[in-house]
């Protein structure tokens, strides 16, 4: 078995803690061996032990929630659970909750097969903590991190699962008319594929290939199922073209240019949009020549988005860019976005190809980890590349809110950032001000609306020279406006 402190060096959660305190902790821990089907630790019961796996395989799980008044009282559910993930990573962290009050365990861990972990008990831990503080700044923060990295991957679970009426449909005809088909038959899959984003698509492909099969029952049966399923499709292929979309982007060969990717972008989003229902209304609106600043609402993406990396592509800008400006202009423009977190791998590797201008989120967890000096060197790279862009003749897409939220509550408050681009930009550039509805919404499902407005000029309203306060007071009242533009993307999506 690895000695404690090898296995504490080579662990991820400990991996940032100096050797001196690694020394400390590995002197208290404990070696525990687990059989299979033993209980680490049980959901509900108080937690006394931090645990760091060395072998096996743990299974998380919880207890199903339920409501009793909605249950056969016959039926005891006391004992139904949900399983959320395995662990068997050597290194992992279990029990967590052993440092977080009230003290007790958030979940049940199970052996999957003989395990073996190190125990550290709380009391010792908080004693290490309160000797040497900054050691015990550094381990809540691995634990807020540890934390994190779980609901991630629980998340991305749920995302990909479903609930699918219509393999309750397919699953329920093969149980009544199945009985001539051989228990290999690749019919049974189909419910099992219908449940799940990341196979959907797959099961319209058996589909398609089995009501060609020689065999007729099965023939007829996969004709049938087509039929019941026929409801979840266009969901399928939507997911399967966002799945597309990224690997064109993202494994886009390295000789490609940021400028050739954007265009293929644009060229996948129209295939995708084209599986959807939309309105466009305003083209009239749309300046004769490219070289304009677009300052749209933004919206919150559906989890049902969500690829298997946990990565969302933002569906209303690549509307407004495939849709209405690489349309118009047979360009693809450059749009702003945040810059991705440390965590974030999905979002660099996609928006680092495209070649977009980047920005800081602006939360104050971003803003604690740079110097002012250094952010201030940030702000102005950004006008400078936005000016660039502009300067090409090229569109520049900016969502002034620094955030996404919901259509009903759309917008939110407007950064100043969008602003004092077209402000620094000699020639003035034009704003063209574009509201888009529902895309927080299964855009399958739904139709989609976005509407152009007749272009601003900044200078109109605000003169180079005035003060800032001016410049908020304008950003103020086209945010109040812009309440009714979205309206009236509602209206057109209705």
């Given amino acids: 078995m690895q000695a404690p402190l090898e296995l504490l060096q080579d662990s991820a ?14 002197s208290d821990a404990r070696r525990m061996t687990f059989r299979k089907g033993d209980c680490i630790v049980k959901e509900g019961e108080p937690s006394e032990c931090l645990y760091i796996l060395v072998s096996g395989t743990v299974e998380l799980s919880l207890l199903a929630p339920h409501d009793p008044d909605e249950m056969d009282p016959r039926l005891d559910a006391s004992h139904e659970t949900i399983t ?24 049940t861990a199970t052996a999957l097969e003989t395990t073996r972990v190190v125990a550290f ?19 809540i923060r691995r634990i807020l991190w540890a934390l994190g990295d779980r609901l991630g991957s629980s998340r991305a679970q749920l995302a990909s699962r479903q609930h699918s009426p219509e393999a309750d449909q397919v699953r329920l005809l093969l149980a009544k008319r199945g009985g001539k088909l051989g228990v290999n038959s690749p019919l049974y899959k189909i419910p099992v594929y219908l449940e799940s984003r990341l196979t959907a698509a797959d099961a319209f492909e ?24 026929n409801g979840a499709e266009r969901e399928a292929r939507v997911f399967r073209q966002l799945q ?37 209304e305003g083209w009239e609106n749309l300046p004769p020549e490219p070289g304009f600043v677009v300052v749209m609402n933004h919206l919150s993406n559906h989890p049902e988005n969500t690829l298997p990396n946990e990565f969302q ?32 791998e999905g979002h660099r590797r996609y928006f680092d190809r495209l070649g977009y201008i980047t920005v800081t ?26 000016r660039a862009v502009l300067a090409s003749r090229q569109n520049l897409v900016i969502c002034p809110e620094g955030g996404s939220t919901k259509t009903e509550s759309s917008p939110m408050p407007f950064r100043a950032g969008a602003f004092r681009v077209v402000r620094n930009t000699e020639p003035e550039p034009l704003m063209v001000p574009i509201a888009v509805a529902n895309f927080d919404k299964q855009i399958a499902r739904t139709r989609l609306g976005a509407k ?21 007071g304008f950003i103020n009242h086209l945010r109040d406006r812009y309440r009714g533009f979205v309206r009236e993307a509602v209206q057109l999506a209705a």
């Fill in 121 to 139: 008990e709380r009391q010792l831990v908080e004693d290490h903590c309160r000797q040497r503080p900054r050691f015990g700044i550094i381990f």
């Fill in 452 to 472: 152009i407005f007749p272009p601003l000029r900044l200078s109109d309203s605000v003169s180079r020279t005035a003060p800032d306060e001016v410049l908020y």
């Fill in 244 to 280: 597309r979309i990224y690997d064109a982007v993202a494994q886009a060969p390295d000789t490609s240019a940021p400028e050739e990717i954007r265009g293929s972008c644009c060229d996948e989003f129209r295939r995708l949009y084209a599986l959807t229902d939309y309105r466009i």
């Fill in 361 to 386: 989120s602006g939360s104050a967890t971003s803003a604690a980890r740079q110097r002012r000096a250094e952010l201030e060197r940030i702000r102005e790279q950004f006008l400078q590349d936005a």
């Fill in 313 to 344: 592509l933002t569906l209303d800008t690549h509307f407004v860019s495939a849709m209405i400006l690489y349309e118009r202009y047979g360009h693809a423009p450059v749009r702003v976005v945040r810059q991705a977190e440390p965590d974030e």
């Fill in 13 to 26: 959660f400990f991996d940032v803690f100096e050797d001196e305190d690694l020394v400390a902790l590995a």
């Fill in 84 to 107: 959320i993930h395995p662990i068997n990573e050597p290194g992992a962290l279990i029990g967590w909750s052993a440092m977080v009050e009230p003290y007790r365990c958030r979940a």
């Fill in 206 to 229: 058996l589909l398609d290939e089995l009501a060609q099969a020689a065999n007729g029952t099965e023939r007829e049966l996969a004709i049938a199922c087509r039929r019941l399923a």
